[in-house]
C-alpha cells in the first residue's frame, strides 16, 4: 500500500511562499530524490499553475544548474493529479485533473502498489489533514521569518499530535522535519 507524504516548505513562522525559500542545488537534490521515489503527486489549481508555469519551460530550455534541471525533469516526469472545480483542461506532461473526490482519489491511489503519493500543495495538505489521509509529513523550515503570506494550517478542523521520527539539516541552515501522525 502506498504511503501520503504531505512536502512543503515553509518560512519558520509557519507560511507557505516559494519566493521566501531558499532553492540551492542541496535542496534541489533532496526534492528530485523525494519525486523519483514518488509514483504520484497531488497538487491544488493554484499551486499546480504556479508549477506548470515555470518547470515545463526549464525541460525545454536548461538552466545549466544540474540540480535546478534535474528537479525540472524529475517534476515533469512524475505523474501529477490535480484537484479544481474550474480548470476545464491541463497541458502540462504526465498531468491528469481529478475525476472522483479528493477522499476517493487517494484511498484509490493508497491501495496501488509500489511508490509513494506525494502532496505538494498547501490547500491539498489542510484537505488531506482534515480527511486523515496523510501518513507522513516532510516539513522544510526555512531559516526565515516572513512576518506574513500563507500560513500552512490554518484551517485544520482538529488537534492532530505528531511524532518527529527524522530530522535532516542543510547547509543552509534549512531544516527537513519528518513527523508521523500518532493514533492517541
Known amino acids: 500500500m502506498a504511503k501520503l507524504i504531505a512536502g512543503i516548505n515553509m518560512t519558520l513562522d509557519g507560511f507557505c511562499d516559494h519566493t521566501s525559500a531558499i532553492a540551492d542545488e542541496e535542496l534541489h537534490d533532496y526534492f528530485t530524490a523525494l519525486l523519483n521515489n514518488s509514483g504520484t503527486l497531488l497538487y491544488g489549481r493554484i499551486t499546480y499553475q504556479l508549477m506548470e508555469s515555470y518547470w515545463p519551460d526549464v525541460v ?62 498547501p490547500s491539498m495538505i489542510v484537505a488531506l489533514t482534515n480527511l486523515n489521509l496523510i501518513d507522513e509529513y516532510q516539513l522544510c523550515v526555512h531559516p526565515i521569518v516572513a512576518g506574513k503570506g500563507l500560513p500552512l494550517f490554518k484551517t485544520i478542523n482538529d488537534k492532530i499530535i505528531l511524532k518527529l521520527v527524522k530530522t535532516k539539516t542543510f547547509g543552509t541552515g534549512v531544516i527537513m522535519l519528518h513527523y508521523v501522525p500518532t493514533k492517541g
Open 60 to 121: 525545454k530550455k536548461p538552466t545549466g544548474n544540474k540540480s535546478t534541471d534535474e528537479f525540472a525533469v524529475a517534476i515533469e516526469n512524475t505523474p501529477k493529479v490535480v484537484f479544481s472545480h474550474t480548470l476545464k483542461q491541463v497541458d502540462w506532461k504526465n498531468v491528469r485533473l481529478a475525476a472522483r473526490s479528493l477522499k476517493e482519489e487517494v484511498l484509490e491511489l493508497k491501495k496501488q502498489p509500489g511508490k509513494d503519493i506525494l502532496a505538494g500543495s
